[in-house]
C-alpha cells in the first residue's frame, strides 16, 4: 500500500477535541491490515541499516507501531510512559504543554549505555514529547539513530525542536 493511500484513510474531524482544531484520526489505518501492516514496512525500510538495539514507543499510539517495528527489526521495545505508570525506578522528563507542563517516565534499567535507539509516536505536533523521550534516553546514555512519525503536522513546527536528531514522518499535513 502507498503513503497516499495510507493518508487517503487518515480521518479528519474538525473542532475535536475543541473548536478550531482539526484532528487527524489514524484509527481508519489500524482498523486496515493492509495500511497496518504497510505502515510498519515503510517506518522499517527507514531504519533498516541503523541496527537498532530498541525501539521506544510513547504512550500510547506510539506503542502500536513501536512494538510491531521492533520486531521487525529484531529489536527489543520500550514504553515511555506518562507519570506514575511504571512499577520500577524510572527516569523522568518534563516537557511544555500549551498551558503548563508534563512528566513521562521510562524505567531506569531500560536503555543501557551505547544503545541504539529509535523513538517512535503516532504523531509529532510540537515535538514536546518527542523531546521529553529523548531526554529520557540520553539520561540513560543511549544513543538516538533517529525518530520516526505516521503523521507530521507540519504548521505547528515540532521538527524545528528536535534539531540536531533525524526526524522522518510518512505522512504529512
Known amino acids: 500500500m502507498t503513503l497516499d493511500e495510507i493518508r487517503a484513510l487518515i480521518r479528519t474531524v474538525p473542532d ?20 497496518l501492516r504497510a505502515v510498519i514496512e515503510h517506518l522499517a525500510d527507514c531504519c533498516r ?24 527489526l529484531g529489536a527489543g521495545f520500550v514504553p515511555v510512559r506518562k507519570l506514575g ?19 513521562v517516565e521510562m524505567h531506569r ?3 543501557q549505555p551505547g544503545d541504539r ?5 503516532d504523531l509529532i505536533a510540537t515535538g514536546g514529547t518527542a523531546g ?14 533517529r525518530l520516526l512519525f505516521l503523521v507530521e503536522l507540519a504548521g505547528l513546527k515540532g521538527r524545528e525542536g528536535l534539531q540536531g536528531y533525524e526526524v522522518h514522518s510518512l505522512i504529512t499535513f
Open 49 to 72: 541499516d541503523d541496527k537498532v538495539d530498541v525501539v521506544v514507543g510513547i504512550e500510547s499510539r506510539g506503542f502500536m507501531f513501536a512494538v510491531p517495528l521492533a520486531l521487525a
Open 16 to 35: 475535536f477535541p475543541k473548536e478550531n482544531i482539526m484532528f487527524r484520526d489514524i484509527t481508519p489505518v489500524l482498523r486496515n491490515p493492509a495500511a
Open 85 to 103: 505508570k511504571l512499577p520500577a525506578e524510572v527516569v523522568q522528563a518534563e516537557y511544555a504543554l500549551e498551558y503548563g507542563t508534563n512528566t
Open 132 to 145: 521529553a523521550a529523548i531526554d529520557l534516553v540520553e539520561q540513560l546514555g543511549g544513543e538516538i539513530c
Open 117 to 121: 535507539v529509535i523513538i517512535v509516536d
Open 109 to 111: 534499567d531500560a536503555i
